[in-house]
């Protein structure tokens, strides 16, 4: 199954983290801490347009965001040999 991508602005940073969870019947869920493990589910606000995205749509989120995004979650959906 694919992983489903959110984002959250964290409350006392402005931040953008990233969680990974997975697609559901509904939409999907997300893991209780973001990719980076700097920002847990409950810290901040979900970006309305900016859940249940698959993995190409949020590199281009990230993209489309800029630097407010978290560089090591970003760095996640990028593949390193």
């Given at each position: 199954?694919?992983?489903?991508?959110?984002?959250?602005k964290?409350?006392?940073?402005?931040?953008?983290h990233i969680?990974?969870g997975?697609?559901?019947?509904?939409?999907c869920n997300?893991?209780s801490?973001s990719?980076c493990?700097?920002?847990?589910?409950n810290?901040?606000e979900?970006?309305?347009?900016n859940?249940?995205?698959?993995?190409?749509?949020?590199?281009e989120n990230?993209?489309?965001i800029?630097?407010?995004?978290c560089?090591i979650c970003?760095?996640?959906?990028y593949?390193?040999f």
């Open positions: 199954m694919e992983n489903a991508y959110s984002f959250k964290k409350n006392n940073t402005n931040e953008i969680f990974e997975k697609f559901t019947i509904d939409g997300a893991n801490e990719i493990k700097k920002m847990k589910s810290d901040g979900w970006l309305n347009n859940t249940c995205l698959n993995e190409q749509q949020a590199r990230a993209a489309k800029g630097k407010n995004v560089g970003v760095s996640h959906l593949t390193t």
